[in-house]
Structure formats: C-alpha cells, structure tokens
C-alpha cells in the first residue's frame, strides 16, 4: 500500500523540535520510566519513522496508540467539559495544578497524535505486515514495563486494571491476560485502520 510521497521538510523539524523540549522536560519531572508509556513510546519512534520516511515503523505506532489516544481524548475533552473533573481517570493529571502547567501543555501531543500517525500512513502508505512485527515488540515493552517500573505508577498497567494494583490473581498470570488483551485490541485496531483507509481512498476518488 506504498504510495511514495516524501514528508515535508518542516514536518521533520518541527516534531524533531517539539520532542528536543520534551524529553528532557519529562525526564526531570517524571523520570525516565515514563517514557515506557505507549504514547511517549510512540511519539519518539515516530519520529524516528518521520525522518527515515519508514512506513512499517509508522504503521506499528498507530495499530498501538490509535485506540488509546482516542480514549484519551475523550477523556480530556469531558474534563474540559465537566470544569476540571475529567470522567476517565487516564486524565487526571492534565487537570491536577500540581503539576507545572508547561508540563502539562507538552501533554497536548496527545491530542494531535493518533491523527498525525493516520495521516502518515495515508500519505505513505500502510504496511500490512506491521502488526505481526507490532505484537512481539509491544509484549517487549510491557515486559521491561514491569521490571523498570512499580506499582505505585502502574506504567501501561502492567501490574493491574486502571491504576489500580491488582492482587486478585498472581503477577505472572496479570501480564499474560494483559499480553492478550492487547494483542486482540492491536488486531482490532489493525482491521479497522485497512476500513478506515479504504474509505478515505474512496472518499478522495
């Protein structure tokens, strides 16, 4: 599904900027950990795939954050909303005064995201094969999640449901069912990518 335009230039450095201010930011507030996260996984390899032009690296950060993203944009929206009072847990933070407000707005890449992922793969193309190469490097992530991390920040809730640590079943038997999970909801996501592409083609016919 290669279709074999280049990227803009300034796209290339502008994301490059953006995450220049960003790493080092995150790394002093929130430590290195968090960059374990999907999103912040995604955010960095995608521009690794933005300048090396990488269509199966693009594709892969999408099938992992085209779901997530989009919760957390509802999340942030019905905070919004609701003064401050967020109804999904998973944004509580942005609303949380705490936290210096610079930080927080560096978070807004949440909301450009999963658009910015879906159009790249629109204008280069979407590999097919990016899910099979997605689900072992994803498992990875979760794996060295839960030997880098601790529950009390619960990155990628490799230790339970929400942010919540679960001690209902063993460890072992958690990270399998998450294992699962995820793989079904990236095969989930990779199907309705194939729909949602199809119908922008025929849409720009």
């Not at 201010?21 to 390899?45: D, E, H, I, K, R």
């Not at 090396?52 to 892969?60: D, K």
């Not at 999904?88 to 707005?105: K, N, Q, S």
Request: charged share 10%; aromatic share 18%.
């Amino acid at each position: 599904m290669a279709r074999g335009y280049a990227l803009p230039t300034w796209l290339k450095w502008v994301y490059l900027g953006f995450v220049a201010v960003l790493v080092p930011t995150y790394a002093w507030w929130y430590g290195l950990a968090n960059f374990l996260w999907f999103s912040n996984v995604a955010l960095l390899l995608g521009l690794l795939g933005v300048w090396l032009e990488n269509r199966r690296l693009l594709s892969t950060q999408l099938i992992s954050t085209l779901v997530p993203e989009t919760v957390w944009i509802v999340g942030f929206v019905g905070g919004l909303l609701r003064g401050g009072h967020p109804p999904l847990g998973v944004t509580a933070y942005m609303f949380d005064a705490e936290i210096p407000l610079f930080i927080r707005t560096l978070s807004l890449y949440h909301l450009v995201l999963p658009w910015l992922l879906l159009w790249l793969v629109w204008r280069l193309g979407y590999d097919r094969q990016a899910l099979w190469y997605w689900i072992p490097a994803g498992w990875a992530i979760l794996l060295v999640t839960y030997f880098a991390s601790s529950p009390e920040r619960n990155i990628n809730f490799v230790f339970g449901p929400g942010y919540e640590v679960q001690d209902v079943i063993p460890a072992w038997a958690w990270l399998l069912v998450l294992f699962i999970c995820v793989a079904l909801l990236w095969g989930a996501t990779h199907l309705l990518i194939l729909k949602a592409l199809a119908w922008l083609r025929r849409r720009a016919v």
